[in-house]
């Protein structure tokens, strides 16, 4: 088989526009999966062409990161604030944040973040500060257009993570910080 990057690359970039214009389509639970026969279209394409090397839900849930508004889209400073996952960190779980450009790049010397290096709030929820400078709390810097990406590795249960990573987008959406 021969490799030809203008079609791979376009491809990547519908499936990449879809599933942020859409991101019911990209449910990772179903596009990461242990044996062939539980393949879902367009899901698994998303996945393999997205972000291939991806685990099963049982070890990883990946939830995709989208501003709320235009100001946020355009890299204005803008922050969410969202509940600890229920992972089990008593075996080295963790929840991470990568922050990209529009066509799935880094593109940033201050990229991510995850659970053993960011500071809490006093409830134990997270706040993360996207181009709000650097005495923002857990300040990331995005490109305009950036996108994101919450990686939960070792989760306490599937259906308590795909009802978070669901959950996520309306209850801690990425807006602008006024």
């Not at 698994?44 to 235009?70: C, F, K, M, N, R």
Request: proline share 6%; glycine share 8%.
């Amino acid at each position: 088989v021969k490799y030809e990057p203008n079609s791979f690359n376009a491809l990547r970039a519908d499936l990449l526009a879809r599933s942020v214009k859409n991101p019911e389509i990209a449910q990772p639970e179903l596009g990461f999966v242990t044996d062939v026969w539980d393949i879902t279209f367009p899901a698994y394409q998303i996945a393999d062409v997205l972000g291939w090397g991806g685990l099963p839900t049982s070890a990883a849930h990946y939830i995709s990161l989208q501003p709320s508004d235009d100001a946020a889209a355009q890299g204005g400073c803008s922050s969410m604030t969202f509940a600890k996952p229920d992972l089990q960190y008593d075996r080295n779980g963790y929840w991470s944040v990568t922050v990209y450009n529009r066509e799935g790049w880094v593109k940033t010397k201050n990229f991510k973040t995850n659970s053993l290096t960011a500071k809490p709030n006093s409830d134990g929820s997270y706040t993360i500060h996207f181009n709000c400078g650097d005495d923002a709390l857990n300040n990331l810097e995005v490109v305009p257009g950036w996108n994101g990406l919450m990686r939960n590795y070792l989760p306490s249960s599937i259906d308590g993570i795909v009802a978070y990573g669901k959950a996520l987008a309306t209850e801690s959406p990425i807006k602008t910080v006024k």
